[in-house]
């Protein structure tokens, strides 16, 4: 059942006023300009990102130019950023684009995701932010979001959940706006630690507010488990590590990953690459 938007008409006149407006990638919203951003953006500040961003902007204005560069160029100026797995694959999906999109960007959600290196959130971002095409997205910053305001636990289906919710609250008008609002809200008030709740236009009727437990939300089970879209910006970047892997899975089918998750990568770290021993230092600092 659709549930009736409750916090997108509030995030739409906050982001007006106390939104982020003067970000790099902010300045021409082209399908590749928003990628490449997203891409830098998954496990790293945007204040770190901005001076990589510009820089390979510079050096690769276009889906042409980054296609046809060498990989070796590509990961130079990719340098101190880290997860270079995300630079192989944004470097072998803009060949893709090229080769098989005709070098235009595609504006259907599910030939995105076919691309290296881009999952549903990463997708849907792209497509709204880009087109201002309604598709919802859950990255860490709006599953923050969405998890506070509507008190959802870490039981099971909570990945279903939250889309559902990020569904529902998507407007249909606005869309980009609205995408980047919410996202902001999470990066700069609804911060995983110490949030700002007297800033937020929402906190009046947000359920952890209410209860006191935004410290406990987003939520893991008591039994040390995490879902995989407790990390999947790292996920995503990280996917052509594996071996035979080019494109991420469907993060929110996954079921729920054990404790034993971080022993069972150390087994196979001899077989991976440097940015998987992140990922595994990511969630160690996640529990």
């Given amino acids: 059942m659709t549930r009736v938007a409750r916090i997108a008409p509030r995030l739409l006149a906050w982001h007006a006023s106390a939104g982020r407006h003067d970000l790099p990638w902010q300045n021409e919203r082209s399908a590749y300009r928003v990628w490449v951003s997203e891409i830098m953006l998954q496990q790293t500040q945007v204040s770190t990102v901005i001076p990589y961003f510009e820089r390979f902007m510079a050096r690769f204005p276009d889906i042409a130019t980054l296609a046809a560069a060498p990989i070796d160029e590509v990961l130079h100026l990719w340098t101190g950023l880290g997860y ?85 609250e998507t407007p249909h008008e606005n869309v980009a706006v609205y995408t980047q609002a919410i996202m902001d ?71 729920p990953i054990g404790a034993d998750l971080a022993a069972r990568l150390r087994a196979q770290e001899p077989q991976l690459a440097r940015e998987l021993r992140k990922l595994l230092q990511e969630i160690e600092t996640a529990s």
């Avoid at 995105?112 to 881009?118: A, F, Q, R, W, Y």
């Avoid at 860490?140 to 998890?147: C, E, H, P």
């Avoid at 911060?191 to 007297?198: K, L, N, Q, V």
Wanted: charged fraction near 20%; include cysteine; proline fraction near 6%.
């Fill in 84 to 168: 270079y797995a995300r630079a192989r694959n944004l470097h072998l999906a803009a060949q893709r684009v090229r080769d098989e999109h005709h070098g235009e960007f595609p504006r259907a959600l599910a030939d995105v995701m076919e691309l290296p290196g881009i999952g549903r959130s990463t997708a849907g971002a792209i497509l709204a932010i880009s087109a201002d095409l309604r598709y919802p997205i859950l990255d860490g910053n709006v599953k923050r979001v969405l998890s506070r305001y509507y008190t959802v636990d870490g039981t099971p289906g909570t990945a279903a959940t939250l889309w559902q919710l990020a569904e529902d």
């Fill in 185 to 255: 809200l999470g990066a700069t008030v609804c911060t995983r630690t110490r949030p700002r709740c007297t800033e937020c236009p929402i906190a009046n009727d947000c359920g952890a507010r209410r209860a006191g437990s935004q410290a406990q939300l987003p939520a893991t089970a008591d039994n040390g488990t995490y879902k995989f879209t407790e990390l999947q910006g790292a996920v995503e970047g990280l996917t052509a590590v594996l071996k035979g892997l080019t494109t991420p899975p469907d993060i929110a089918e996954q079921p």
